[in-house]
């Protein structure tokens, strides 16, 4: 089955720069979909198809995907930012939906 | 748009639940749909989706044979009919709207599913 890869966390200062990232074996060739999931709180989908933003969402939450590896990058941290981010494709081999194990983003 | 769980609650090991998941702002008969659950302090886990028509159906591996995913088109409704409970079911399940390359784009707020005796 297909497996994605998130390091536990990432930690940055406000206004700093956070690279969250996602591997899994030619992820390029996928549509990588970013979730931020605050405490006690839903998943919200913050980029999808490796890099468009849904409305509502801060220019600040940019995606790329390429090779074996995706990234989620907020430029600008804020304290709000602060949450667990959870990437996620479609495996067509299996019919399945992969998550990877998730990130937390700790703002110092 | 909004979608809303219910049916969470305490079940015995080997029991049954059957979670609902009632849809509004859309045209639900459009969009595939998925589960997935987060048990406590855990990540996403998916565990069955769902397509418009009801002709494609997947399971996780972890829930096949015992989960069964249905829909109502006519009720905008989802369900999740859980057999055979186990303690490591024990989860938050929320339901998701699907769309284009299996996005989930809105979720509902979950609902808290406990399995113990």
């Known amino acids: 089955s297909y497996v994605l890869a998130q390091p536990p966390s990432v930690s940055a200062a406000p206004g700093q720069t956070a690279k969250i990232t996602c591997g899994g074996s030619?992820?390029?060739?996928?549509?990588v979909h970013w979730y931020q999931q605050k405490p006690g709180q839903a998943p919200v989908l913050v980029i999808y198809?490796?890099?468009d933003r849904p409305s509502g969402i801060p220019e600040r939450f940019s995606g790329s995907n390429s090779g074996n590896t995706a990234t989620l990058t907020i430029s600008r941290v804020e304290a709000g930012d602060e949450a667990d981010y959870f990437c996620?494709?479609?495996?067509?081999?299996?019919?399945?939906?992969?998550f990877g194990g998730g990130t937390k983003l700790i703002v110092l | 748009v909004q979608l809303v769980e219910s049916g969470g609650g305490l079940a015995q090991p080997g029991g049954s639940l059957r979670l609902s998941c009632a849809a509004s702002?859309?045209?639900?008969?459009?969009?595939?749909m998925t589960w997935v659950r987060q048990a406590p302090g855990k990540g996403l886990e998916w565990i069955s989706y769902?397509?418009?028509?009801?002709?494609?159906?997947y399971y996780a591996d972890s829930v096949r044979g015992r989960f069964t995913i249905s829909r109502d088109n006519a009720k905008k409704s989802l369900y999740l009919q859980m057999n055979s409970l186990r303690a490591d079911d024990m989860a938050v399940y929320y339901c998701?709207?699907?769309?284009?390359?299996?996005?989930?784009?809105?979720w509902g707020q979950g609902t808290l599913v406990t399995v113990s005796s």
């Open positions: 998701a709207r699907v769309s284009g390359v299996a996005r989930l784009d809105c």
């Open positions: 702002g859309f045209t639900f008969s459009d969009f595939s």
């Open positions: 769902i397509s418009s028509s009801r002709s494609r159906v």
């Open positions: 030619k992820i390029g060739s996928k549509s």
């Open positions: 198809d490796d890099s």
């Open positions: 996620q494709v479609w495996d067509s081999s299996a019919d399945h939906v992969v």
